[in-house]
Structure formats: C-alpha cells, structure tokens
C-alpha cells in the first residue's frame, strides 16, 4: 500500500491527523482516545451515545477498549515516515497540511511528488521525472534553462538538446544521458573491482604483518624467560658461592682462632713464670745479707736459656714451626696476615673469574643483532645429502644424487650455507634428528672440498662442534686438527651458534632449560664466514625465525 494510502487510513476522523492512542468503539470505528472523551456524554439530551463515524447509538456510554494492533501499526509507520525524512529530507510539494516524503521529482514542473500525486501528475516526455531532489535547477542547463537530457564526451560536461544543436557543444560526439551513466557506471564498477583487489592485497598484508608482530611478540616472550631463567641461575650460583665462601672464611677463622689461642695460653704461662723469677730476683738485690744472696744458685741458672729456647720452639710448634705447616698457617706473625691474604686475594680472584664468565655467555647469548637466515646452497651439497626445498634440512642418503662434480661441491656429508658473513653479531639454531654423528661449524669459503683438509675442523679455515651417539654422546670441539673434549653429555638435539665477527668470537650453546654454554672459539677471522652442516645417517635442520 501507498504511504498516502496508509496515511489515510491512519488518519482519526475527528482531528484529522494521525491516531494518537488509538481506541475501538463496538461498531468498529476507531478514534484518538482524547478525541472521543471530548465528544458530549450524551447526543441531543435523549441519554443515548452515538458513534461519530456510523452514528451507531449506545444506551450506556460505550466502553473504550485501547487498540494494541493499531498502535503498532501507527508507531511503525512514524517510526518509517521519520526515516525517509531524515534520509531525504524532502517532502511533497503539494501536501501542504502536513509533511509527506516525496517518492520522485519532476524536473519540468521543478516540484516533488508524494505517491498520490504521481498518480495524478501527467504522464507527457516532457515531464522527466528523476529521485527526490531540492535542487532541481541543477539538472536543467543554466543557458537554456532547459533539460540536460545529453553528454558530451569531447568535454565531459552533461548538456540540453539546444547546446547539442546551436550552443557551443555544437558537433561534438554526444549520448543519451542514460547510455552515458551506463557506461560510467561500468567504468566505477572496473574501477572498484580494482579497488577491491587492492584492498584484498592490503587486508593480506596486514594480516601477514600482524603474525609477523604476534611471532616477534612469542620470540621476545621466549627470550625474556630465557633470561629470567638465566639470570635466575646466576642468582642461584651466587647464593650456593656466598655460602661456600663464607663457610670456608668461618672454617679457617675457627683454626686459625684455635691455634692462636693455643699459642696465647701458652705465652702467658711464660710470661707469668718469668713474672715470678723477676720477683725473686728482686728480692735478692734487696737484701743486705750477703750470706743469703750467695747461696742462691746462679742468676743463670734462674734465665734457663735453654728451658726458653724449648719453650719457643714449642710455641712455634704450635705456630708451624716447620716450613710445610708455615705454608698452611705460619709463624707468628704470618699466622695472623700474610697467609691469610693471600687466601683472601685468591677467592676474589676465582669469584672475579666466575662472574666475568657467567656475564660474557649472557652477553653472547642474547645480545645479538640478527637472527640469522640461513639457506643451503645446493651447489655446494655433498651427493649423499638431500636437500630440502625450502634449503634448510640436510639428510643422508644412500642413494647418490646425479649433482654436476664442480670445485665447490664437497665430496661426502657436507653442506655450506649461500648466505655469508663478513660483520656484525648474528646467531642461528640448528636441530638433528636422528643423526648418531653431526657437525655444525662455520668456515671460510676458500676451504678444500675434497682430502684431509675438507675435514671439519681439521684445518685452519673451520671451527666446528662435534656430536652424536658415534661421539660418545658428548661434545667435542675442532679446529686446526685440535680436540678439545667437552664434559658435557648431550641432552637436547637443538643447539644455537652465535658469532661475532669483529671480537672474533664463536660460542655454541645447547638449547636446554636454561641454556647451556659450551664452547667459545677466539680467533681473528680474515675472510667471510659461511655456516657448514655435516651429517652421517638421519638428517639436521636449519630452524627458521620464530
């Protein structure tokens, strides 16, 4: 149904305007609640009701019964006549009692149409009917003051027929309006499909931006546990030190208190038998009766050298007399200061060591500038390795792959990284599975690829780290035919190697919880370094950034 239409039947018949609480009479009819109660109680003074609509009479004054269905309809049709409004804002140009949204506007008569008086609006060419608008004159030439019914291609300008025929448009290559908007509504159609592309593309990369944001979130999470578990250790190792230590200072306190004490019991008891001859020596050189002095034994004898010179050796006895005891606790004077500082600078230093240790591994651990990516170069593949499509697992084979034999290949297990390094600080994590044997190391390029000298670490252009079940299942480090056997047994099969090319440094870790530092090479590298895989059976992996 129309909205005039609608209207209409929404209408009260007694204001005129749209129902307001809407009641029903027993005849049907339905008024505004506050329209009817207005209406006099009775009609003529005969004590009868009337209905305003069929005059259908009540002996009683009608009940009045609320209209639910009606409000609703009502509530809904407002609710939509505010809706076109505010969408359009255009009203008929004709309904002037009260507002009625217009449905089309006629750019001949320039006025707007509600539904019923489109209906009685004429029907001639003339009359172009086009959306609702308040600014008719827009679409009507401002020469000519007549319909821009054409468009000229030549000067995309929207045109009348007399532009087209006399006015400056005059030959030019024109369309029908409606062709035109066809056509550049296809073109906008082109154009956002392009759009849309574009923004598929853009909606990709955000979401490929944003895993690359939560990955770069995991990894600094991961990184922060290592080091607090890192640092967590350290905190441990300097408690389980400090107690060490201080015991060890209590432990050698307590002999040397015991000893001293031992040495001072002992001088005192000199000291008061030497107290007691002094007296009795005294006396003597106060007496006047040489009779009595005479007879007294030899002041000599009363000194004792002898008797003093057992007592210090006793004393030093106690002291460490002899020089294998002089070096644990020493004489007098050393038992109390110099052997103990030396003790004392001793621990310093071994906790100095201990410290400086513990700080360079989390340095190199974690303070590096590049995870490295790292991608094998087939070219230079042993033929009993494949190699992964994504260059980053070596496995052995027994079956021999039909590579072309060049000067870069090495001739069995080997693999060299394509990327180099020739600065900077960078690390990268390998993983074995299931090989019993396996190398990681790094070397120059110029190293041999077949002989004694391809041999990891059996020369001086590569540092390697050996393992496996085939090494006894422990470490062991290479580099310049030297071994070095590590005390370690292997108990993960991921290991990071970080390199720090300008201080000349190499470290392997394994990657346990927490980390676990196994080696550091030092030297002063004169070439660039590749990263270099070897594995017999199983296969080892180069683990990507994450």
Not at 232 to 237: C, E, G, L, V
Request: with cysteine; glycine share 6%; charged share 30%.
């Amino acid at each position: 149904m129309a909205s005039a239409d609608l209207r209409d039947e929404l209408t009260c018949s007694i204001c005129k305007d749209i129902y307001t609480d809407p009641v029903t009479l027993r005849c049907g009819h339905n008024f505004c609640r506050v329209c009817i109660d207005r209406l006099p109680d009775t009609d003529g003074g005969y004590g009868e009701y009337s209905c305003p609509e069929c005059r259908a009479t009540f002996h009683k004054r009608p009940p009045l019964q609320k209209n639910i269905t009606l409000c609703n309809v009502v509530e809904n049709f407002l609710s939509t006549q505010r809706h076109q409004g505010e969408i359009t804002g255009i009203c008929c140009t004709y309904c002037i009692h009260s507002p009625v949204p217009a449905v089309r506007s006629c750019l001949m008569c320039e006025a707007s149409l509600c539904d019923n008086h489109l209906k009685i609006h004429s029907k001639s060419s003339e009359h172009v009917l086009s959306d609702p608008s308040t600014s008719l004159e827009i679409r009507k030439c401002s020469v000519h003051k007549k319909i821009l019914e054409y468009y000229c291609t030549e000067d995309a300008a929207c045109i009348c027929v007399s532009c087209s025929l006399a006015g400056e448009h005059r030959g030019h290559r024109v369309e029908m309006l409606e062709e035109a908007f066809g056509k550049k509504k296809e073109k906008l159609r082109n154009v956002l499909q392009q759009l849309l592309t574009k923004r598929k593309k853009t909606e990709e990369r955000v979401r490929s931006l944003e895993e690359s944001k939560r990955k770069a979130q995991e990894k600094a999470a991961g990184e922060a546990e290592r080091v607090t578990a890192l640092c967590t250790d350290i905190r441990r190792q300097l408690d389980e030190m400090e107690k060490k230590v201080l015991s060890d200072i209590f432990r050698s306190e307590e002999k040397m208190l015991l000893s001293l004490s031992d040495v001072i019991q002992k001088l005192e008891i000199k000291k008061d038998e030497l107290s007691r001859k002094m007296r009795h020596i005294e006396e003597l050189c106060n007496m006047t009766d040489p009779l009595t002095v005479l007879q007294e034994p030899d002041t000599g004898d009363l000194c004792d050298p002898e008797g003093e010179e057992g007592g210090d050796e006793d004393t030093r006895g106690h002291n460490g007399g002899n020089e294998e005891t002089e070096g644990h606790d020493g004489g007098d004077e050393a038992t109390g200061g110099h052997d103990g500082g030396d003790w004392g600078a001793e621990l310093i230093s071994h906790i100095s060591q201990t410290l400086s240790a513990m700080i360079t591994d989390t340095n190199v651990i974690f303070h590096v500038e590049d995870s490295a990516d790292i991608l094998l170069d087939v070219n230079t593949a042993a033929n009993n390795l494949l190699i992964s499509d994504d260059l980053k697992t070596a496995t052995w084979t027994e079956i021999t792959q039909n590579r072309p034999e060049t000067a870069e290949r090495f001739q069995i297990n080997k693999v060299m990284s394509g990327r180099r390094f020739t600065s900077g600080r960078h690390y990268w994590d390998v993983e074995t599975r299931g090989s019993p044997s396996w190398r990681v190391a790094i070397c120059y390029p110029t190293m041999d690829r077949r002989g004694d000298q391809s041999y990891i670490g059996y020369n001086k252009k590569s540092w390697g780290l050996y393992g496996g079940q085939g090494n006894n299942n422990q470490y062991s480090v290479r580099h310049d035919s030297k071994v070095i056997r590590l005390p370690h047994q292997i108990s993960s099969d991921r290991f990071r190697i970080c390199l720090d090319y300008e201080a000349g440094q190499l470290s392997f870790y394994e990657l346990c919880d927490p980390i676990r530092h196994l080696h550091t090479f030092t030297a002063t590298f004169s070439e660039p370094l590749h990263a270099l895989l070897a594995v017999s059976k199983g296969s080892i992996r180069i683990l990507g950034n994450s």
